[in-house]
């Protein structure tokens, strides 16, 4: 098993980190917040101060307008048009369908903020209870004379309101169709080369390339070394993605794998950012998803090709276990010799059963063929006597022709006497000079009647 590392994390990676603390920390200190003055916060120069000095000694009264509009100027200049606090949400209310009011609480000592903001402006369901961070423009509306926080931006902050935010993100990709089953694809049965994203220093990697290599072994792995939690992971995450789909040929991977280990909702947030989720989505490679324990489920292994319930069963899904194959092959030689054996006495059966129709058949044309002969035989047995008849017949009827013939007749002593052409048997039949020719054995004579 060969293993390549590319890495996209310049620091040292740590799935221990806290993450949450770099988002809050870069919240809670915007850049482009005025920077505070000490002489602001402790009785410096004001608008008053000024005001007086043109006056001397002697205080000038302002309007009410002009004093709401000298304390939003210090305000301003003081906090800035993005001030950033945390609290719990008290009296949450919607007027019209378009006003947000609702009032932030410290809940260490109970010191209470009003807020303002339009629904176009909220982009994160909110209600009493909720603890968020705001990016707001401190004011005094001259109208009421209260001073209010004009939000700007809301953060959630704790599991419960990342909860509600990933269930808002979850729809909205959901109606993109980014989770939709009928567009997943197949991931290759004998991957020749996966490519895995995660930190090289996680148990889920390790664990990942152990169970790949027990369980098959004969694959290239090539490392996508990232942060898997906080603030820099989503874009190393992306990166590493987006690298593996720009690689073409044997370098190319014919999967990837997008892995960690367990954790709470915090710690997996990289795998809930839109960003990451896009990414996934988008990879022309197919892609295997497998986030901390079974129990958990991002919106990144949503968007899968394929979701994995833990970083080992993401391996033990990336190749079949060769030691079952090999139990699977021998069971089925085994089944393949049982079934040539059992075709073999079929087959046996049928040949016994042929031969014996054969058998039967042939003794039937012997029995028929010996009855024929038999009655060959017998007919020519009646033949031979109808012949020793028939030539015994004819020897009789030789010998009585024989005896019969005229001429042996002749020799003993007769003669045949013909006048004309015909023989004479009656002497009467005679007239006088009648010429007759008598035969005799020895020759014939003619004589005349006188």
């Known amino acids: 098993m060969n293993q390549s590392l590319f890495n996209f994390n310049d620091e040292a990676d740590d799935d221990t980190s806290d993450a949450g603390s770099d988002l809050i920390e870069k919240v809670a200190s915007p ?19 000024e005001l007086e000095e043109e006056v001397s000694g002697e205080p000038v009264a302002l309007s009410v307008s002009a004093a709401v509009d000298l304390i939003n100027d210090q305000l301003f200049k003081i906090a800035g048009p993005r001030l950033v606090i945390e609290g719990e949400v008290a009296e949450y209310g919607v007027s019209q369908g378009k006003w947000i009011r609702f009032t932030l609480k410290d809940v260490n000592d109970g010191a209470l903020l009003k807020c303002f903001m339009t629904v176009y402006q909220l982009h994160v369901d909110i209600e009493n209870g909720d603890r968020i961070i705001v990016e707001a423009t401190p004011k005094i509306y001259p109208k009421y004379g209260q001073f209010t926080l004009n939000i700007n931006r809301i953060e959630p902050v704790g599991e419960g309101a990342l909860a509600k935010k990933l269930a808002a993100l979850k729809k909205q990709l959901a109606s993109e169709g980014l989770f939709e089953e009928s567009r997943k694809r197949e991931i290759p049965l004998y991957p020749g080369r996966i490519g895995i994203v995660t930190s090289r220093d996680a148990a889920a990697f390790t664990d990942f390339v152990r169970i790949l290599s027990n369980r098959w072994g004969d694959v290239d ?8 939690q906080g603030v820099n992971a989503p874009p190393e995450i992306v990166m590493a993605i987006n690298y593996f789909n720009t690689l073409e040929g044997e370098t190319r ?4 794998v997008l892995t960690r280990g367990g954790g709470s909702l915090e710690d997996l947030m990289a795998f809930n950012d839109e960003s990451v989720v896009r990414a996934v989505f988008g ?31 993401a391996a033990e899904m990336m190749v079949p276990d060769k030691v079952a194959i090999m139990a699977s092959i021998e069971m089925m030689e085994r089944r393949m010799v049982d079934r040539v054996d059992d075709a073999l006495r079929s087959r046996g059966v049928a040949v016994d059963r042929a031969v014996t ?5 042939l003794q039937t044309i012997r029995f028929e063929v010996e009855r024929a002969v038999s009655g060959i035989e017998y007919a020519g047995e009646k033949i031979r006597l109808e012949l020793k008849r028939s030539s015994e017949r004819v020897d009789g009827l030789a010998r009585y022709l024989r005896e019969m013939d005229p001429k042996r007749v002749l ?28 035969e005799l054995a020895k020759g014939s004579v003619t004589v005349d009647v006188t």
Request: charge should be negative; aromatic fraction near 2%; charged fraction near 30%.
């Open 31 to 49: 850049s482009t917040t005025a920077p505070v003055r000490n002489d602001e916060l402790e009785g410096g120069p004001t608008r008053n101060d």
């Open 221 to 228: 792995i090539d490392l996508a070394h990232v942060r898997v």
């Open 253 to 256: 991977p014919d999967v990837l």
């Open 283 to 313: 990879s022309s490679i197919p892609i295997v998803v497998g986030i901390g324990h079974e129990r958990d489920e991002s919106l990144a292994e949503l968007a899968a090709d394929l979701r994995a319930s833990t970083p080992s069963n």
């Open 357 to 361: 129709r054969v058998t039967n058949v």
């Open 411 to 438: 020799g003993r002593g007769y003669a045949i006497v013909r006048k004309g052409a015909g023989i004479l048997k009656d002497p009467t039949k005679l007239d006088k000079g009648d010429r007759l020719e008598v």
